[in-house]
């Protein structure tokens, strides 16, 4: 049976999909697969998913956050087999050189991975902001707008805000245009730090500048030997503390 791989951001409802397979769960996102004929069933899901490749789905996962050139791998690894020279540790794994294609997988799910977190995290941001004003206000505002903008129309609106406060119709024009403008402000600069954030684990060519970022936004700790190449360790061989949580 064919599987589908997908990255969404997590949702209980994964589970209740028949043949799902979770290789991924942390930070928020889940990646698993699905046999093909239950693919009908990710309505199911409330957040947003987007398919990944089969190499993402269980290789780029596996690797996450890999410095090292040579890695353990189980019997179970295709590239267990193909490595039958590779030395035998003592856990009874077998020592391989880690291919570039499993490389490119983890890069590209690094990136694909934080590009739903901070989405995420916006949205929550965006949300945030419009909860400055009521449901009421929000549905109406539009109206509000339309009216301000043509005071020598019918404002039945603005009428009956301007009676309710005792001023006069334009006054209640300009206090809704001068608030339009603060608001759509405001979502401007969420969009351009949005954008911004994006980019910069977009133009990352390799893991170990996708670990910085993972650090210094996401916070999850770079490797150890990592940290010792960027000199972050102190002479008492600790390395720092990472601040938890996401720090955009």
């Known amino acids: 049976m064919t599987k589908k791989y997908y990255i969404a951001r997590h949702d209980p409802r994964i589970t209740e999909i028949l043949t799902a397979e979770l290789t991924f769960n942390q930070y928020g996102v889940t990646v698993f697969s699905i046999d093909e004929a239950w693919v009908r069933d990710l309505h199911k899901l409330h957040g947003s998913y987007e398919e990944v490749t089969e190499a993402i789905g269980e290789w780029g996962v596996k690797h996450f956050g890999e410095v090292r050139t040579e890695v353990k791998v189980t019997s179970e690894d295709p590239l267990s087999s193909e490595n039958i020279m590779g030395d035998v540790s003592t856990e009874g794994k077998t020592v391989v050189t880690l291919p570039q294609e499993r490389i490119d997988a983890a890069i590209a799910f690094m990136k694909v991975a934080a590009k739903l977190i901070i989405e995420d995290e916006y949205d929550r941001k965006f949300l945030t902001l419009k ?98 190449e960027e000199g972050l360790i102190g002479e008492d061989g600790i390395p720092p503390v990472v601040p938890a949580g996401l720090q955009f």
């Open 131 to 228: 909860a400055e004003e009521s449901k009421i206000e929000q549905y109406l505002w539009d109206a509000q707008i339309t009216e301000a903008n043509n005071l020598e129309g019918e404002t039945p609106l603005l009428n009956s805000i301007a009676t309710a406060k005792g001023i006069a119709v334009s006054e209640v024009a300009d206090s809704v245009l001068a608030g339009n403008k603060t608001f759509n402000d405001k979502v401007k600069a969420l969009y351009d730090s949005m954008l911004k954030l994006k980019q910069e684990f977009k133009s990352c060519a390799t893991i170990k500048e996708l670990n910085v970022l993972w650090q210094k936004y996401m916070g999850v700790p770079m490797p150890f030997s990592q940290m010792e």
